[in-house]
């Protein structure tokens, strides 16, 4: 079991990149959820936000459980929370994008998201730095992502307000 944790903590390896592994993986996830929903059509929002809530919560486990694979307390092979982080603004734009309030180019959208999340997840305001600073564990390591995904969601979401 701890095999198959640490292959989901890493995100099928891509933890083990040597050069900035959160925002490749932010950049797979974010093209990997792009390609579903807007070139193969897959638009099925409750299962979107089912499957998140089940790899949110499974995440703690397997990060918990992938630790001691890793020196340090915050590893940076461990990328699943960037994959938790990003998917958050991109599940929002699923939301939008069914309810018409997508007024610019959708993957203006997509690009956005991308930028606004790594952004958030690199510079950490507070709540994020609350999380990343306090809680050198398992929750630390996927809260702060998930704070840097909701500053992202809130943007994108006055971003199709305002256009």
């Given at each position: 079991m701890k095999k198959i944790n640490v292959l989901l903590s890493t995100f099928f390896g891509y933890g083990y990149l040597t050069k900035i592994p959160g925002t490749v993986t932010?950049?797979?996830t974010t093209v990997f959820i792009y390609i579903a929903y807007e070139i193969l059509g897959y638009t099925d929002l409750k299962?979107?936000?089912?499957?998140?809530?089940?790899?949110?919560?499974?995440?703690?486990?397997a990060v918990k459980d992938s630790e001691s694979e890793f020196k340090n307390k915050d590893p940076r092979q461990i990328v699943i929370d960037e994959v938790l982080g990003q998917s958050m603004p991109l599940i929002l734009l699923l939301y939008l994008n069914q309810n018409n309030q997508i007024n610019i180019s959708i993957e203006i959208y997509y690009i956005l998201s991308f930028v606004f999340f790594r952004f958030?997840?690199?510079?950490?305001?507070?709540?994020?730095?609350?999380?990343d600073k306090n809680h050198k564990n398992y929750f630390g390591i996927i809260m702060d992502d998930i704070m840097a995904g909701l500053y992202s969601m809130i943007l994108i979401y006055l971003i199709s307000l305002k256009f």
């Amino acid at each position: 079991m701890k095999k198959i944790n640490v292959l989901l903590s890493t995100f099928f390896g891509y933890g083990y990149l040597t050069k900035i592994p959160g925002t490749v993986t932010s950049g797979v996830t974010t093209v990997f959820i792009y390609i579903a929903y807007e070139i193969l059509g897959y638009t099925d929002l409750k299962f979107s936000i089912i499957f998140f809530i089940i790899l949110f919560f499974y995440s703690f486990y397997a990060v918990k459980d992938s630790e001691s694979e890793f020196k340090n307390k915050d590893p940076r092979q461990i990328v699943i929370d960037e994959v938790l982080g990003q998917s958050m603004p991109l599940i929002l734009l699923l939301y939008l994008n069914q309810n018409n309030q997508i007024n610019i180019s959708i993957e203006i959208y997509y690009i956005l998201s991308f930028v606004f999340f790594r952004f958030f997840d690199i510079l950490k305001p507070f709540p994020v730095s609350y999380f990343d600073k306090n809680h050198k564990n398992y929750f630390g390591i996927i809260m702060d992502d998930i704070m840097a995904g909701l500053y992202s969601m809130i943007l994108i979401y006055l971003i199709s307000l305002k256009f």
